[in-house]
């Protein structure tokens, strides 16, 4: 287990504005016993939800073919037959996994290939399970064409407290099957958009691991 590299400068800073904290209640305060002590317990209970939010554990790259992983932390919200209007532009089965800000928020991508397609959106940061997040809120849209012709759309999007969506791939770039592409802070949502014909592998509610959990087979 790792701290990504999203975390490391916030926690860094972090610690020092928190031992500067404890430092001058010390300084201003001596002798409040319960005071103090309250103070460093809470100081570091929220170092440590800051920490873990930023934890990255190591996943294997695959050379599944025809398999399509989960490309993060979560639980399923959305299992659905849709129509993708902005590159597609036709119907396809949508997955989508929602991160509370106790997953882990690496992204990785569900099959190797190429990034035919990347565009970021700006929006706004309704809540990530709402309906009109998959359009409405800040997001990207990143399309993967593998070996064989396939392709699958996903889109990150950003939620109610995730306000900064990260990204490392552009048109063109290669991706590995679950190799890293992407990040999101504090909260968010990721969909897949699948052939017609893909058979969906999970269930609605059901938690997932990035890189880590099947969610459909490709015919």
């Given at each position: 287990?790792?701290?990504?590299?999203?975390?490391?400068?916030?926690?860094?800073?972090?610690?020092?504005?928190?031992?500067?904290?404890?430092?001058?209640?010390?300084?201003?305060?001596?002798?409040?016993?319960?005071?103090?002590?309250?103070?460093?317990?809470?100081?570091?209970?929220?170092y440590l939800i800051v920490l873990q939010f930023f934890r990255n554990?190591?996943?294997?790259?695959?050379?599944?073919?025809?398999?399509?992983?989960?490309?993060?932390?979560?639980?399923?919200?959305?299992?659905?037959?849709?129509?993708?209007?902005?590159y597609l532009k036709e119907k396809r089965k949508q997955i989508s996994?929602?991160?509370?800000?106790?997953?882990?928020?690496?992204?990785?991508?569900?099959?190797?290939?190429?990034?035919?397609?990347f565009k970021y959106h700006p929006g706004k940061y309704l809540v990530?399970?709402?309906?009109?997040?998959?359009?409405?809120?800040?997001?990207?849209?990143?399309?993967?064409?593998?070996?064989?012709?396939?392709?699958?759309?996903?889109?990150?999007?950003?939620?109610?407290?995730?306000?900064?969506?990260?990204?490392?791939?552009?048109?063109?770039?290669?991706?590995?099957?679950?190799?890293?592409?992407?990040?999101?802070?504090?909260?968010?949502?990721?969909?897949?958009?699948?052939?017609?014909?893909?058979?969906?592998?999970?269930?609605?509610?059901?938690?997932?691991?990035?890189?880590?959990?099947?969610?459909?087979?490709?015919?």
């Open positions: 287990m790792s701290i990504h590299r999203e975390g490391r400068s916030l926690l860094f800073w972090l610690l020092i504005i928190l031992s500067a904290g404890n430092y001058a209640l010390y300084y201003y305060f001596p002798g409040q016993e319960v005071l103090l002590n309250l103070a460093l317990i809470i100081s570091l209970g929220f554990p190591f996943v294997p790259v695959r050379q599944d073919d025809g398999m399509i992983y989960a490309p993060a932390d979560g639980k399923v919200v959305v299992i659905e037959e849709t129509v993708e209007d902005e996994i929602f991160m509370s800000p106790f997953n882990v928020h690496v992204n990785r991508s569900p099959m190797a290939g190429i990034v035919e397609y990530a399970w709402h309906p009109k997040s998959s359009f409405e809120n800040e997001r990207t849209t990143m399309v993967i064409k593998n070996a064989e012709g396939t392709k699958i759309l996903v889109r990150q999007i950003a939620g109610a407290l995730a306000r900064r969506i990260k990204w490392y791939v552009a048109d063109g770039s290669p991706l590995q099957q679950c190799g890293e592409f992407g990040f999101i802070k504090f909260g968010s949502r990721v969909d897949v958009f699948l052939p017609l014909d893909a058979e969906v592998l999970i269930s609605m509610d059901q938690k997932t691991k990035g890189g880590k959990t099947p969610i459909a087979r490709l015919k």
